[in-house]
T-cell receptor, first 113, second 113 residues
Framework: DGGITQSPKYLFRKEGQNVTLSCEQN?????MYWYRQDPGQGLRLIYY???????QKGDIAEGYSVSREKKESFPLTVTSAQKNPTAFYLC????????????FGPGTRLTVL | QQQVKQSPQSLIVQKGGISIINCAYE??????FPWYQQFPGKGPALLIA?????SEKKEGRFTISFNKSAKQFSLHIMDSQPGDSATYFC????????????FGTGTRLQVTL
């Protein structure tokens, strides 16, 4: 099956700890994105990457970091510098420059205890 | 800041009725307007999308109406069904920006029997 997988589905962390969320796609898509979703709010862009070894900050990048060492993988690290990390995190991918459609993964719910 | 304003926040419609969700945008450079459907605990799924060169697009029971001069677009769900109960997000992006999506805040739709 082709698609986007995110793991884990639920993640708990203590304050002060860094945590890495996984995002993998086997769609051969060039671009990948990370969004954050909070209750009653729309999705907000954290980071995005259009090609391997390149990524750009989105609207709310503070306290987050990413890497894009492989085309199919775009992990997100939530660092201890993120003031309010409890949220639903969504990864998305897009085929390439000639298409606009973003396809989303199932999400990871992060809770800081 | 680029914004997309969505209304209503929540909507209750009887089975068989028409659900209407509205969005307004500010940036006239936006040229791609998708609607996403999200069920609880899941990632958003693309429902239907439109570009500014057409005023309406229909796919099954779902129709987007687009008013370029008013900078507004809306989603109409005809013959609404209980299975349509979900949160709906409008979004917008513009060419040359890596297709970064700006999302509305979402509308929670409940279709009653």
């Amino acid at each position: 099956d082709g698609g986007i997988t995110q793991s884990p589905k639920y993640l708990f962390r203590k304050e002060g700890q860094n945590v890495t969320l996984s995002c993998e796609q086997n769609l051969n898509h060039d671009a990948m994105y990370w969004y954050r979703q909070d209750p009653g709010q729309g999705l907000r862009l954290i980071y995005y990457s259009q090609i391997v070894n390149d990524f750009q900050k989105g609207d709310i990048a503070e306290g987050y970091s990413v890497s894009r060492e492989k085309k199919e993988s775009f992990p997100l690290t939530v660092t201890s510098a993120q003031k309010n990390p409890t949220a639903f995190y969504l990864c998305a991918s897009r085929k390439g420059a000639l298409t606009d459609t973003q396809y989303f993964g199932p999400g990871t719910r992060l809770t800081v205890l | 800041q680029q914004q997309v304003k969505q209304s209503p926040q929540s909507l209750i419609v009887q089975k068989g009725g028409i659900s209407i969700i509205n969005c307004a945008y500010e940036n006239t450079a936006f040229d791609y307007f998708p609607w996403y459907q999200q069920f609880p605990g899941k990632g958003p799924a693309l429902l239907i999308a439109i570009r500014p060169d057409v005023s309406e697009k229909k796919e099954g029971r779902f129709t987007i109406s687009f008013n370029k001069s008013a900078k507004q677009f809306s989603l109409h769900i005809m013959d609404s069904q209980p299975g349509d109960s979900a949160t709906y997000f409008c979004a917008a992006s513009r060419v040359g920006t890596a297709s970064k999506l700006t999302f509305g805040t979402g509308t929670r739709l409940q279709v009653t029997l």
